[in-house]
């Protein structure tokens, strides 16, 4: 069954560039039927839905987070990642990488990796 | 930006109980709803979609209706492994999750 891994640092220290890799297992990522996303989860602000993107590279944000963050797709790796910049104590969370089918009503995060805590610190 | 709302906040319940989340959108959001549940240290799993479709695997006690801006997700006779945290998520624009509601033993 699919499966999906984060990797990447847990501390970042502040102003700095955030990156988190998600590797995909038990399926492609290239399959036209998901779109992949980024959530987290913080004490502060509960689950908030950073963005997705599909196998093409489209890319779908959060407003009020686009400004700072960029979502790509390596299909040759099965893997997508999430950059944010200039970070700031408020991006220090559990971060997520998921699966949402498309079509059939069911736009929803059907299977999550086990989530990356980061956290932002001098 | 649509807004997810969430009650009660916690909710104290005993095993077999009846149990009832409420969940409301800031706009219409159709039947676009899903209902979570999230264990200490884990991640969220998918219980309900389309604000009444029982995901695959998903125990039948677990029940959810609604359309527009008021949704509910009834847990029938609670069972020792519910004890948890339970989020809505809108996905009618964009992708908007509630505060969440903690079931606890009462």
């Known amino acids: 069954q699919v499966q999906l891994q984060e990797s990447g640092s847990g501390l970042v220290k502040p102003s700095q560039t955030l990156s988190l890799t998600c590797t995909v297992s038990?399926?492609?990522?290239?399959?036209?039927?998901?779109?992949w996303s980024w959530i987290r989860q913080s004490p502060g602000k509960g689950l908030e839905w950073i963005g997705y993107i599909w196998h093409s590279g489209t890319t779908y944000y959060n407003p009020s987070l686009k400004s700072r963050v960029t979502l790509s797709v390596d299909k040759s790796k099965n893997q997508f990642s999430l950059e944010v910049q200039s970070v700031t104590a408020a991006d220090t969370a559990v971060y997520y990488c998921?699966?949402?089918?498309?079509?059939?009503?069911?736009?929803?995060?059907?299977?999550w990796g086990q989530g990356r805590m980061v956290t932002v610190s001098p | 930006d649509i807004q997810m709302t969430q009650s009660p906040s916690t909710l104290s319940a005993s095993v077999g109980d009846r149990v009832t989340i409420t969940c409301r959108a800031s706009q219409s959001i159709s039947s676009w709803l899903a209902w979570y549940q999230q264990k200490p240290g884990k991640a969220p799993k998918l219980l309900i979609y389309e604000a009444s479709r029982l995901e695959s695997g998903v125990a039948s006690r677990f029940s959810g209706r609604g359309s527009g801006t008021e949704f509910t997700l009834t847990i029938s006779s609670l069972q020792p492994d519910d004890f948890a945290t339970y989020y809505c998520q809108q996905y009618d624009s964009y992708r908007t999750f509630g505060p969440g509601t903690t079931v606890e033993v009462k």
């Open positions: 038990g399926g492609s990522i290239s399959s036209g039927s998901y779109s």
């Open positions: 998921a699966r949402e089918p498309n079509g059939n009503n069911r736009d929803v995060f059907d299977i």
